[in-house]
């Protein structure tokens, strides 16, 4: 157990529609790092966030946004859900002051299936 | 764009031997790091080599780095039935942005 939460595990929605994700990082972890990832693009960076501030940016589409909040959780809300944006998605968490110079810590994942 | 390209994309050993994985990236780095990931599930950090670094151990892992030719290996001894994962390389750039980039991932198989 990585000490990092994700919720939901499994997501199944429609084309069209808005999802959210949420991600409880591990005690004392002031950084959070958002990845999608599937079949034919792997691993992809999203988004980092640093103790509330947007800290770096990745391949993260403009339907999709991020914020992390006062008690350190993040949430990741995808909107005009596409079938290309079926994926796991995971969250991940660090100690340090903001740079990914650190190992991460992932979460168990969210499945999101869009029908 | 891709930074670290992992090679093999898959291999299949026999239990108990050595398993030898390749990463090559293109910018300077600050530091590699290599992480295994069970089927559909969450990563696991395994070792942390910094760019002043050639050589790392950690248990049957051991990992070097050359900067030169801007690549790492990952080797795996004694290999066992609990290492079949797939195993990713990510780098972290030495440039304002500070991101972490991941490559494809190499899958391993250890046969019984």
């Known amino acids: 157990d990585s000490g990092v939460t994700q919720t939901p595990k499994h997501l199944i929605t429609a084309t069209g529609q808005r999802v959210t994700l949420r991600c409880s990082p591990r005690?004392?972890?002031?950084?959070v790092y958002w990845y999608q990832q599937s079949l034919d693009q792997g691993l992809q960076f999203l988004i980092q966030?640093?103790?509330?501030?947007?800290?770096a940016k990745g391949n993260i589409l403009e339907r999709f946004s991020a914020q992390q909040f006062p008690d350190l959780h993040s949430e990741l809300n995808l909107s005009s859900l596409e079938l290309g944006d079926s994926a796991l998605y995971f969250c991940?968490?660090?100690?340090?002051?903001?740079?990914?110079?650190?190992?991460?810590?992932f979460g168990p994942g969210t499945r999101l299936t869009v029908l | 764009s891709q930074q670290g390209e992992e090679d093999p994309q898959a291999l299949s050993i026999q239990e108990g031997e050595n398993a030898t994985m390749n990463c090559s990236y293109k910018?300077?780095?600050?530091?590699l790091q290599w992480y295994r990931q069970n089927s559909g599930r969450g990563l696991v950090h395994l070792i942390l080599i910094r760019s002043n670094e050639r050589e790392k151990h950690s248990g049957r892992l051991r990992v070097t780095l050359d900067t030169s030719k801007k690549s790492s290996s990952l080797l795996i001894t004694a290999s066992r039935a609990a290492d079949t994962a797939s195993y990713f390389c990510?780098?972290?750039?030495?440039?304002?942005?500070?991101?972490?980039?991941f490559g494809k991932g190499t899958r391993l198989h250890i046969l019984p």
């Open positions: 005690s004392g972890d002031l950084s």
């Open positions: 991940a968490s660090s100690p340090g002051r903001g740079r990914p110079y650190n190992e991460q810590f």
């Open positions: 910018t300077s780095i600050n530091n």
């Open positions: 966030y640093y103790n509330g501030e947007e800290r």
């Open positions: 990510a780098t972290v750039e030495m440039n304002r942005d500070d991101k972490i980039i």
